[in-house]
């Protein structure tokens, strides 16, 4: 993904980069992988294959660009009134999503890429939700369970089974890495 | 990479899939990773670019298939007296390589590529590993450690650390999490 700065809200650059990554989601739907090309990007987005190769690099990197745009959390994870069932209840369907055909394409064009400013966006991503849920039990009076716990105890072992044993992580699984995490910061 | 089966030692196979490979190391490492297209891999191999292609589908999968045949270990672990020092001694190594920049471009091509026969095929050489020194304790008298737990305890929370936040594992880190491991594994 591109290292520079976030276009400035419906300035020319920001309009160039939705009309872009508008065109990746609407080929991607209608052709799939094989008809991502940048001269097609190009052409559906109305703008010049070297206004592509100037912005993003190369194709790979506007994927991987577009794949963590689709990472980044659309709501706060729900409030089912306590820490403890917040964060069950997001871990099962962030790894649900995850662990789908489309969550894995996105892991796949985000861990495909040179450079780690798309995987650490995801990382930072993950780590907000999981501080909102903090936050939302320290309002409650709630003792918060350290991000960097639960991203040792629950997120990594799944990431990898996710990533490397192409498994999709069972409810079960995951509360019980959950029962390892509440024992881990309770000690 | 390919789902075929493993060409017959010496066979005609066997031959253009070495001769590939090599062409794909020695591209890389004259030119980097632009040299690598199909035509100048089939050139330097001396094979047709539609052999590539029908043996791996594309570039992608080759250099997928080429980077596990990287990962795969040369040797088993080295034997240094207890299942402790052994265990510890491999991780380090590992994760010194699989943290390098030869070693971080062989995870992007590996996970970058569609299907999960070369992930797989990366956990698999894992999982034998710690086998290879779970079997050697148990020569010696020794409690072996399951290998699932390794995974899970200090593999998988290195492995994230890898890709999501572009960290070195410290030696200290993995010892910290090595500790986890033991009294875990004591429990």
Redesign the interface.
């Known amino acids: 993904m591109t290292n520079k700065p976030t276009p400035r809200p419906g300035g020319r650059s920001a309009r160039i980069q939705a009309a872009v990554h508008q065109a990746v989601q609407e080929l991607q739907k209608e052709q799939g992988?094989a008809g991502l090309t940048v001269p097609a990007i190009a052409a559906r987005a109305e703008v010049t294959p070297s206004t592509i190769y100037r912005r993003w690099g190369d194709l790979?990197q506007l994927l991987a660009d577009v794949a963590v745009e689709q990472l980044q959390p659309e709501q706060p994870p729900a409030d089912t009134g306590s820490l403890r069932s917040d964060l069950l209840a997001w871990l099962v369907e962030y790894f649900e999503e995850m662990s789908s055909a489309p969550g894995r394409a996105m892991?796949?064009?985000v861990?495909?890429?040179?450079g780690?400013a798309c995987?650490?966006k995801?990382?930072g991503f993950l780590r907000q939700q999981i501080e909102v849920i903090n936050e939302r039990a320290l309002a409650r009076g709630e003792q918060p369970i350290e991000t960097g716990l639960v991203?040792?105890i629950v997120?990594?072992?799944l990431?990898?089974r996710i990533?490397?044993?192409?498994e999709t992580p069972t409810a079960q699984a995951i509360e019980a890495l959950f029962e390892q995490l509440v024992s881990s910061a309770d000690a």
Chains 1, 2 share one sequence.
Do not use: Q
């Not at 861990?111 to 040179?114: F, N, R």
């Not at 990533?163 to 192409?166: Q, W």
């Open positions: 992988r790979a892991l796949r064009d861990l495909g890429t040179e780690h995987a650490g995801c990382d991203i040792r997120v990594a072992p990431m990898y990533l490397f044993a192409n």
